[in-house]
């Protein structure tokens, strides 16, 4: 094996008995979160007291610390978050994981010793994007869950930042930080941490008044890669992240171990890496989703990836129904695994609810056992253990007990009348010497030597393993036992002192957060509208009032670059060009970017880091998009100084807090199907288009009209890119703002923008005709407007977040 760098294995702590958890099976580093200000508002999470006593913990035991300050912050909150960090900074966490790039930018101003690493929030998916968060101070980047192997391998050679990877645990079906849906369905924003998990509920797919399939259409199976670690370690992945800080101790403590094992075996032996199955079957019995996939390293989706039938964990197969007795509600089970007292079971049925009860006695793997239940079950009904007692209870005697311990060395000085003399030291530079009572001779029986190294080396309770003690003793000496100990304890106490200190930070007194004076109100604002197809561009561009069009980069734009681009300018409207939502170095899209550089166009709309990076020297203007998610003042100033002349603002924003953080370089959407979530997993292509793996599927290209239908009956159009072999999920219900547009446009921002996705031309055409017309002047409203209001208050559209905002 060719040298390469043991990666860092980074376990997740949702509470302090998980923490434990994590640093006793192996970790060499935790992420965590504090009450406040962290991406899982459900999970325990830390008190500031909890969180420096994890610092400590961690670090006595040579584990780094890592705090997930990984959702963006609205501007009223950011002088208690800036003060939230310098207390961080002052405990000696490792390093921050952020997603809000105006949050960072305060860091930077405030602690600019304070490693920074780039959030999966932040949407990292390719070189571009990696290098550019590397030149803003981010140390490390975690990268999209969706890339394959070879990309990231890709990535790691060419780039001088740590990359980051999630390699067991749970997926999300969107693009991390693309994610609006339980924002815009039920106010719980996923980029605030606090993600109802609509993804994971039942959906039913429809082509036009078709039923093609239902059942939880968008919940992934969990990722193991344990069997593919030798590939991610040769790929460069410097930090191996394991997703769980939802998840129990005895998950956090499992994994950790299972992972920590395996790490190491193929550093000490790569020829002969093999993964047990007593071990995939742990990993599958502390959870799993139907099971595990490889995630997106070897695949580019597929419905091998998903669960349709359950997304919770299903537990571990330990047996088939061999027979039910119903009027005794006796159930006859052949088993195929062990079963213990305290296991729980469940009987997966065909029909009605899945029913489960507790083992009460002992059986072997291979007995046919009986147990008392009732429910609708059948023979040959699949059974599995939902809860696995005897693993449960040995992962919890992992953390119970101190095992993992830091080794030091030592020299113990016993010389006849001086002061017993210790000095203690660790591989990083600490090291403390403390005396004793004197040494007297021995009137009677004398101490030994291998007396005193035994007392010494008792570290007992102490995070500190004597690696090796130097004993200089005189002989003929008396030393108390008692003096020994206390010798002992004085000294690992200050070695454990030393450290700590040396962890440490002093705060400098930075004041405040900045507080930005509020810009003037401009209430006449010009008109963009986004389109994307040609079709929707010939019916915008005419309109009066229009001043910018944003036209999708696809491979029509590209064919006929030159006439879109006479057209808009014969209007008078400047034309851009929008990178894609999802860029994944497609030698396509380089050569078709380098093609929009070369030519007339007016500007582009860019939808991530690496893209603004890739144009900002062209001449040309800049608009940065609302899924980069600015929500704070800080953040519409961080992309202004990165080069963008415009700054579209968060749909997540109500009204008062966009009123806050505005200038008239800013763009606010006023209309639109938005999208809610952008996906590697197309339900087209999934359940209509039969992939199982590989890039594209049978309906690549299908104009046929798909949505998915939820429980309530409420619809969301699927869009999809085929080309990039990617789907928008649209909310059913577009943003609508003319019945309220007096007070949208009662504040700084200097455009408002119309979205257009699915909308035919004569659609597009009214639409833009109506905010035109309004936009010009909000008094008067003419009788086609009055009739567009009718007809969308009868058919339905939302408010977005305009008066509500997210929590």
Not at 230 to 241: F, N, T, V
């Amino acid at each position: 094996m060719p040298f390469r760098k043991k990666p860092e294995l980074l376990a997740p702590a949702g509470s302090m008995e998980s923490l434990k958890a994590a640093v006793q099976n192996g970790c060499d580093a935790v992420y965590l979160g504090g009450k406040l200000f962290s991406a899982r508002q459900y999970a325990g999470n830390f008190s500031l007291e909890e969180l420096e006593e994890a610092c400590d913990y961690c670090h006595l035991r040579g584990v780094k610390v890592y705090v997930t300050v990984n959702t963006v912050y609205k501007d009223k909150e950011l002088p208690e978050f800036i003060q939230f960090i310098g207390k961080l900074h002052c405990m000696g966490v490792d390093a921050l994981i952020m997603q809000d790039a105006g949050a960072a930018k305060l860091v930077r101003e405030h602690y600019p010793d304070f490693p920074l690493h780039a959030s999966t929030q932040m949407t990292s998916n390719s070189l571009a994007d990696v290098n550019y968060w590397y030149e803003q101070g981010f140390d490390k980047v975690v990268l999209s869950r969706e890339l394959t192997l070879p990309e990231i391998r890709h990535i790691t050679e060419q780039t001088g930042a740590e990359v980051e990877t999630f390699v067991h645990g749970a997926l999300c079906v969107c693009y991390s930080g693309q994610c609006i849906m339980s924002s815009m369905l039920g106010g719980r924003s996923g980029n605030r941490g606090r993600c109802a998990q609509t993804c994971r509920l039942p959906y039913t797919l429809y082509c036009g008044y078709d039923k093609v399939a239902e059942g939880h259409l968008l919940s992934p199976k969990d990722i193991a890669t344990v069997s593919i670690l030798p590939e991610l370690i040769e790929a460069g992945i410097a930090s191996l992240k394991i997703e769980g800080r939802m998840k129990n101790p005895e998950y956090v403590a499992g994994v950790t171990r299972i992972y920590r094992k395996y790490i190491d075996m193929y550093f000490e032996d790569p020829e002969h890496y093999e993964v047990s199955l007593d071990d995939m079957k742990e990993l599958t019995q502390l959870f799993n989703r139907g099971g595990f996939t490889e995630g997106y390293y070897t695949s580019r989706g597929g419905l091998d990836m998903m669960s349709v039938e359950r997304p919770k964990t299903w537990g571990l197969k330990v047996g088939i129904v061999d027979k039910y007795l119903p009027q005794h509600k006796k159930v006859v089970i052949r088993t195929r695994e062990p079963l213990v007292p305290g296991d729980g079971i469940e009987v997966w049925t065909s029909r009605g609810p899945h029913v489960g009860c507790q083992v009460t006695k002992h059986s072997k793997a291979g007995e046919v056992i009986t147990l008392t239940l009732e429910g609708d079950i059948e023979k040959n009904d699949v059974v599995y253990r939902t809860y696995g007692k005897a693993l449960n209870d040995a992962l919890q005697k992992t953390w119970e007990k101190e095992t993992r311990k830091l080794p030091i060395y030592g020299v113990l000085k016993a010389r006849k009348g001086e002061p017993l003399a210790l000095q203690l030291w660790d591989n990083m530079g600490s090291s403390v010497y403390v005396t004793g009572e004197v040494v007297q001779e021995a009137t009677n029986q004398p101490t030994a030597v291998e007396k005193l190294r035994q007392q010494i080396e008792k570290m007992g309770a102490t995070p500190f393993a004597l690696a090796d003690l130097d004993v200089q003793a005189d002989e003929n000496i008396y030393v108390g036992i008692s003096n020994l100990n206390q010798l002992r304890r004085d000294a690992a106490e200050a070695l454990e002192q030393a450290m700590l200190k040396k962890t440490k930070r002093k705060n400098a007194e930075r004041g405040e957060a900045p507080r930005q004076a509020r810009e003037p109100r401009l209430l006449k604002k010009k008109l963009h509208v986004l389109v994307s197809n040609l079709e929707q561009l010939d019916a915008a561009v005419k309109q009066k009032g229009v001043e910018r069009i944003y036209v999708e980069s696809t491979m029509e734009l590209e064919e006929h670059l030159a006439n879109v681009i006479e057209k808009c300018h014969r209007y008078g409207v400047a034309c851009y060009a929008a990178l894609p939502r999802v860029d994944r170095e497609r030698p396509e899209d380089e050569s078709r970017l380098q093609r929009f550089l070369e030519s007339d166009l007016d500007g582009f709309l860019v939808r991530s880091a690496g893209q603004l990076g890739a144009v900002k020297n062209s001449g040309k203007k800049i608009t940065a998009d609302y899924n980069l998610n600015v929500v704070n003042r800080e953040a519409v100033l961080f992309w202004q100084e990165q080069g963008a002349d415009n700054v579209c603002l968060s749909v997540e924003n109500n009204l008062q807090e966009i009123r806050a953080m505005a200038d008239s370089s800013c763009e606010m959407v006023v209309y639109g199907y938005l999208p809610l979530m952008t996906t590697q997993q197309c339900p087209i292509g999934n359940f209509a288009g039969e992939k199982h793996s590989g890039q594209y599927c049978k309906k690549r290209w299908n104009q046929d009209l798909y949505f998915l239908r939820d429980r309530k009956g409420e619809k969301f159009p699927l869009m999809t890119d085929c080309e990039r072999c990617v789907c928008s999920i649209l909310n059913g219900k577009p943003l609508f703002a003319l019945k309220f547009y007096d007070e949208v446009l009662d504040n700084a921002v200097g455009s408002v923008r119309l979205n257009f996705t699915k909308e035919g031309p004569a659609r597009v055409e009214r639409i833009v005709r109506a905010y035109a017309e309004m936009t010009k002047d909000t008094a008067h409203c003419s009788a086609e407007t009055r009739a567009l209001l009718q007809q969308m208050s009868e058919k339905g559209s939302t408010k977005g977040h305009f008066f509500r905002g997210v929590e």
